[in-house]
């Protein structure tokens, strides 16, 4: 039975009226926007400090590759926590969580806004990414505990709204502050406006999130710090290269050949601990029984993979190639935005009627967007009215994707017992980093290499786009696998 408290207060669990016939928590909309700006903010720092770098170098002095690592590092960090993150909070409490990982992150904001030197910079950053980890997993652990049925498609419709934004209007928003702060020191504020925000969102967590727990036995409250050790080692021996690779550093890929072994020992270490009774990280047996969540882990990685290195390739290719400001290219991306903002909610409440369709229709969608913007950018780029040129591709391209990542949530999470939302989500949330990481890094060498010794940033950004649809191919492909074996289950006959 599980429970959920706020303050010393212990009430009956209460959900948005699931099969239990339990009565649904009157707070939870409230809990759920306190929630996704917790996300918001976090996700932001992904992609805010892509526009930032050029600040960053001319206030603190150091070298792009040295630089390259306050966003690598923030990105690794990140990844590395979300499945023990999301098995912390179904074992502990989320409120407790978000407590503990929202202070984590503000101090860690302070940190970096404040930093002397470009080291404790990365140092503040890896600190803030691990913040951000712990948080994470928290709401998609929410949604599985306070929604069910069509209210919980809409809840993540709404996360998915956010992911979408989040990614997208970060350009934008580092641009603005840094145009209002100057360009030397402007970068600073692009940290320190976390704090006060955080600080404001501490006492919305304490105030309205619920205390939920799981009470089934003394096992369900144990850790597995040998998984988490394997998991993190395994996690680490695959992105570290990666992001190592961003900055153009070869030496570190020989860890790839860790990722196997480490990965290998931590399902039969899970497999093990499940066996003789104990309370593993992740339950693996989720893979193989729960219908769709496997396949949407795999869906959803390899869209973050194809989506995730566009938005840093494209700033790359308006400011260092086309000569534009950071506010200009932020501004330049708003239209994906704008259509992820739109689809995202609509999505929300169409895939309990479309189910897997609706996520191959959308990739669909994306692709097409992403094929036009190559053209037409190709065509008008340098004509003075190429902004006019990205904004329909750019457009599509966002109303498709927010199409993609709230129904996958949904899909993925449908049938994944509450009592393992948290750590089933982190690992959701874990392979959608390790897919952007491994993206951006390859995006942009593909870009590097197709503009050539010539520095033809057009042929560049083809290369890119080109390289991002064979990987949203493979997603697509995947997606049009799981809907083939959701209707085969169902007894329904395939789409065509």
Do not use: H, K
């Not at 502990?92 to 978000?98: E, K, Q, S, V, Y």
């Not at 940190?111 to 948080?135: D, H, T």
């Not at 729960?290 to 959803?300: F, K, L, R, S």
């Amino acid at each position: 039975m599980g429970r959920v408290t706020r303050g010393d207060d212990v009430t009956p669990e209460r959900r948005s009226g699931d099969a239990t016939g339990t009565e649904p928590d009157p707070a939870r909309w409230r809990v759920l926007a306190v929630t996704l700006a917790v996300g918001f903010m976090s996700l932001l720092d992904v992609t805010i400090v892509n526009v930032a770098i050029p600040s960053m170098r001319s206030g603190l002095d150091t070298s792009a590759a040295t630089i390259q690592w306050v966003v690598s590092g923030y990105a690794l960090s990140f990844g590395l926590v979300l499945v023990t993150g999301g098995r912390l909070g179904d074992a502990w409490g989320r409120r407790r969580l978000m407590l503990v990982g929202l202070t984590g992150f503000v101090l860690a904001s302070a940190a970096c806004g404040l930093a002397p030197s470009v080291e404790v910079l990365v140092a503040a950053r890896l600190v803030q990414g691990l913040s951000a980890g712990l948080l994470a997993p928290q709401n998609t652990g929410l949604i599985q505990e306070l929604f069910s049925g069509g209210e919980r498609g809409r809840a993540f419709g709404l996360f998915g709204l956010v992911v979408s934004v989040a990614s997208a209007i970060g350009p934008v928003l580092g641009g603005v502050i840094i145009a209002l702060a100057g360009e030397e020191g402007g970068w600073r504020w692009i940290f320190l406006v976390n704090v006060p925000i955080g600080v404001v969102l501490l006492v919305a967590i304490a105030r309205l999130v619920p205390d939920t727990r799981v009470e089934v036995g003394e096992s369900d409250t144990r850790l597995d710090p040998g998984g988490a050790v394997l998991l993190g080692l395994a996690v680490l021996c695959l992105l570290l290269p990666v992001v190592a690779l961003e900055s153009g550093a070869t030496g570190l890929l020989w860890l790839l050949l860790g990722v196997p072994v480490a990965g290998w020992a931590f399902i039969a270490w899970e497999r093990r601990l499940t066996r003789t009774g104990g309370a593993p990280l992740l339950d693996i047996a989720l893979l193989r029984r729960t219908p769709g969540y496997g396949n949407g882990i795999v869906v959803g990685a390899l869209y973050f993979t194809g989506f995730t290195g566009v938005f840093l390739v494209l700033s790359v290719y308006l400011q260092d190639g086309l000569g534009y400001s950071t506010l200009a290219t932020g501004l330049l991306l708003t239209p994906f935005a704008v259509g992820s903002a739109v689809s995202s909610m609509w999505a929300g409440r169409a895939v309990t009627r479309m189910g897997r369709s609706l996520v191959v229709r959308a990739l669909g969608v994306m692709m097409t967007g992403l094929v036009l913007l190559a053209v037409l950018a190709a065509w008008a780029q340098d004509r003075s009215w190429l902004w006019l040129a990205l904004v329909l591709p750019l457009l599509l391209a966002g109303l498709g994707g927010g199409a993609v990542v709230s129904p996958n949530f949904t899909l993925t999470l449908a049938e994944v017992p509450p009592r393992m939302g948290g750590a089933a989500g982190g690992a959701l949330q874990t392979g959608q980093r390790v897919g952007a990481a491994i993206g951006a890094a390859t995006l942009i060498t593909a870009y590097q290499l197709g503009s050539g010794d010539g520095g033809d940033p057009g042929a560049g950004l083809r290369a890119a786009i080109g390289t991002a649809l064979a990987l949203l191919l493979l997603a697509l492909a995947a997606a049009v696998w799981d809907g083939r074996r959701r209707a085969a289950a169902a007894g329904a006959p395939t789409d065509r």
